[in-house]
């Protein structure tokens, strides 16, 4: 590991360089990559194959200023923090190197004296961030409360109102932006993706002439493989974008009659008695405070008898606060909130639903993140010509580090099934065991 003498000759007399200021962070642990900074100072072992460069002062104001991933952000996505070694479309690897090689210590308040010197006062004053980065959640909550019909509409315009281009490059044909489910560990993205909606198909039991509401629908994936099948089925997204497309997706297959997405919030439909509702990817938009109405209002949808899937991502326990991080809150899901699958189940069971069956499929959705970084790799030009470098540098950052997420746990993907029971405890007649095939 270079050492604080060897980059003491690249600091002004006295202060010490970006370079040591990094390795006291490290807390003396070995880099897995090369530092590089715009003071000429440098960390690390020099032929390593993954680096980071900071080229510019201004990404030192955002470190400084919101130490942790938000200050990273904030200097990745200006172009003050350049990873090397790695495509922008996909560090993974780098952010895998960091997260198992490096343990960032608060050092002691002398040598917090020293560093705060060494960078200057003037980077401790907070500028302006990003232009892709969503207001703070105060400022929010100034303009309107949390998950009124507004706010979620805003929240999901920022984040799936992107480009339908954009997304059709690094979702694939199927535009499907949840977790897939692989049939095998070789299968494609898009065979996994098919998978998916089969498997969700056959735990609600749905048959032609069935009728489905499917809830955040996006693209209406779920919606037009029911109808395919010979189902009605109803979808709703608060996404203009994602409902235009998917009523032309309905129109080009042919599926007028049986498939129809909505542009509008899940809590204005008015039908009900539906033989089966889906939600797969809403729960983490509506709020954990929100989960009594939104169960509540699921099962008033639902006939006696009928099945609800809820498929959303979660975390690992039931503890932690349900608010996301800087990154993920201010760049990818403004709102966004998380809970223990524990906590899913139970407030399905305290509106009167039965939970027959629950699975976690976070194995996938890691597999699902690489093949869609895949994707926009593969595409990344074109990408950046549609959305801007910035905005294609947020995807990329996210789906790698979602990736890294679920492969360790931090996060996972749950699948609950539950029924409406009749007034006696009768289910409808479902079969004893498990009744679709893994």
């Known amino acids: 590991m270079t050492t604080f003498r060897e ?33 000429g100072s440098s960390a690390g072992p020099e032929d390593a194959e993954l680096g980071l460069a900071l080229l510019h002062p201004r990404g030192t104001t955002y470190l400084a200023t919101a130490p942790g991933d938000l200050g990273l952000a904030r200097a990745y996505v200006s172009g003050d923090l350049e990873p090397q070694g790695v495509h922008p479309a996909d560090p993974y690897e780098l952010l895998k ?23 200057g006062v003037e980077h401790l004053k907070p500028i302006a961030p990003p232009p892709q980065e969503a207001l703070p959640r105060w400022r929010r909550i100034a303009e309107g409360l949390r998950h009124t019909k507004k706010r979620d509409a805003d929240a ?3 984040h799936y109102d992107v480009s339908n281009t954009f997304y059709e490059w690094v979702l694939g044909p199927s535009m499907t932006y949840t977790c897939a489910c692989y ?35 996006g693209w209406g994936g779920m919606v037009r493989y029911a109808a395919r099948h010979g189902v009605k089925a109803i ?23 049986l498939a129809e997405v909505r542009h509008g919030d899940y809590r204005s439909i008015l039908e009900s008695g539906f033989d089966a509702v889906s939600s797969i990817g809403l729960t983490e938009h509506i709020g954990v405070t929100n989960y009594p109405s939104y169960f509540r209002f ?23 606060g349900p608010s996301a991080g800087g990154f993920i809150d201010r760049y990818v899901f403004p709102d966004g909130e998380l809970t223990g699958s524990g906590r899913i189940i139970a407030e399905a069971q305290d509106v009167g639903l039965e939970v027959v069956h629950e699975e976690n499929l976070r194995h996938h959705y890691a597999m699902t993140l690489r093949d869609w970084c895949r994707n926009l790799v593969e595409h990344w030009d074109a990408a950046v010509e549609e959305v801007g470098l910035p905005t294609a540098k947020v ?17 996972q993907l749950h699948q609950v099934l539950a029924v409406k029971l009749d007034a006696r405890g009768g289910d409808g007649g479902l079969p004893l065991r498990p009744w679709w095939t893994a």
């Not at 639902?302 to 503890?319: A, S, V, Y």
């Open 298 to 320: 699921l099962q008033s949808k639902l006939r006696t008898g009928g099945l609800l899937l809820n498929h959303c991502i979660t975390r690992p326990d039931n503890k932690a």
């Open 97 to 119: 190197a960091l997260a198992e090689k490096l343990d960032f210590k608060r050092p002691p308040p002398r040598v917090l004296f020293d560093i705060v010197r060494s960078i």
């Open 7 to 39: 980059n003491t000759a690249h600091a002004p007399s006295g202060r010490l360089s970006l370079a040591e200021i990094l390795e006291i962070f490290a807390a003396g642990g070995e880099l897995p990559l090369k530092f590089t900074a715009y003071d």
């Open 235 to 257: 979808g709703v997204t608060l996404s203009g974008e994602q409902a235009a497309w998917a009523q032309k997706a309905i129109a080009h297959e042919g599926l007028a009659d």
């Open 395 to 411: 995807w990329g950052l996210y789906m790698a580090g979602s990736r890294l997420g679920f492969e360790t746990n931090v996060v």
């Open 183 to 217: 049939p095998t560990a070789e299968a494609t993205l898009e065979e996994a993706q098919d998978n998916k909606y089969r498997l969700v198909f056959e735990k609600l039991r749905l048959q032609p002439g069935d009728r489905l509401l499917d809830v955040g629908c």
């Open 156 to 158: 999901i315009h920022h």
